[in-house]
């Protein structure tokens, strides 16, 4: 009977006596390996890469060019009679048409003027207009300059203009951090609750967790993926930003890089949460527009969030979205240190010590 040789433990997993496990290599890491494939996946999803890297750059461009420095608008008004007419032409922000009352009225109904202006009653003037379109108000201050001065009003005090037109007051630059923020949940939300209820939807999930993977590693590697994501994310919108339309960067970039971590972080926690249980496209996508829409309309993305009423301000302050947004901007565009940023610091906090702890108990693996 021919003795079976004694075989190595090396030579049991089919490797050469002496040689370290495939599974001691970082490359083939269990961890390591679900990182990458989380690249593939994002990398493979064209509209992925539209939304996050090319949108913000599109909204970015088009927005600080509707909005760039240039010199005040000429409003065109209409007078019915030529007095005023000559009166009003004084003011050199004024297009002056002198038009018959019937037409300046259909003028003004039609937004083709922001202001008519006719005689009153003891040699009054009468002005109409919209006094809920900021034209209209403009137009009725510098209309009723122009008539005062015409009749001989002379000014006690003489006014001089200081144009303020610096980096760091207009309105693109109040535009880069309100779109790094968003871009930032964006990615965050459906990079991490996509992917994770594709995987469910096509029965990955329950493939993977029969194998030894730690189920640990699997969301780790949604969190390694986005935070080198967020290095490529951000440097590619700041650089379009700074480069193209001069935005100040007057704080720490550590800081910044901090600031973009936590809220990077924040929103991914909130993703989780949202996908823990869907189990269809729809249901994630439905789940993920109902959270993100309403602080795309009223954390200040596009204007600023002290346009709603005093009573929703508590809970508009409460969002992470803006808290996110407030701290970029005063990290950016006025040099604010961590500690000035604490507020929103501890707001996105509590969105993340409160939202990944519940995901991870109401997560569904299958």
């Known amino acids: 009977m021919t003795a079976i040789p004694e075989m190595q433990p090396g030579e049991m997993a089919g490797r050469p006596p002496g040689t370290a496990p495939r599974e001691s290599s970082l490359a083939n890491h269990a961890l390591v390996q679900l990182t990458l494939t989380r690249f593939r996946e994002f990398l493979r999803e064209p509209e992925a890469l539209f939304w996050v890297f090319i949108f913000p750059i599109l909204l970015a461009g088009g927005l600080g060019l509707a909005f760039r420095n240039r010199p005040a608008d000429v409003l065109r008004i209409a007078a019915v009679t030529p007095e005023l007419a000559r009166a009003l032409r004084q003011e050199k922000l004024l297009d002056v048409q002198e038009l018959s009352a019937k037409a300046a009225s259909q003028a003004l109904r039609t937004g083709k003027v922001a202001l008519l202006a006719e005689p009153g009653p003891d040699k009054a003037v009468v002005y109409g207009f919209d006094n809920t379109n900021p034209e209209g108000r403009a137009a009725r201050m510098l209309a009723e300059r122009a008539v005062e001065r015409a009749a001989g009003r002379v000014d006690p005090v003489a006014g001089i203009d200081r144009l303020m037109r610096e980096p760091g007051s207009r309105y693109i630059d109040f535009l880069i951090p309100g779109l790094l923020g968003m871009n930032l949940m964006g990615s965050a939300i459906w990079g991490m609750g996509f992917a994770i209820v594709d995987a469910r939807r096509r029965k990955l999930m329950k493939r993977l967790i029969a194998t030894p993977m730690p189920r640990p590693y699997y969301l780790l590697s949604f969190l390694l993926s986005r935070l080198v994501m967020l290095v490529i994310e951000v440097g590619f919108l700041l650089s379009f930003g700074i480069f193209i339309f001069k935005v100040p960067m007057r704080g720490s970039l550590a ?112």
């Open 255 to 366: 800081d910044l890089a901090l600031l973009c971590v936590l809220t990077s972080l924040s929103f991914g926690a909130l993703g989780l949460l949202i996908a823990s249980r869907a189990r269809t496209i729809e249901a994630a996508s439905g789940l993920m527009n109902l959270v993100m829409m309403p602080m795309w309309i009223v954390s200040g993305v596009f204007f600023s969030a002290q346009r709603f009423p005093d009573m929703l301000q508590p809970v508009i302050k409460a969002l992470p979205l803006t808290a996110a947004i407030d701290a970029l901007r005063a990290n950016m565009l006025q040099g604010a240190g961590l500690a000035q940023v604490s507020p929103q610091l501890l707001v996105l906090a509590a969105w993340l010590a409160v939202c990944f702890p519940v995901a991870l108990k109401l997560f569904r693996w299958r």
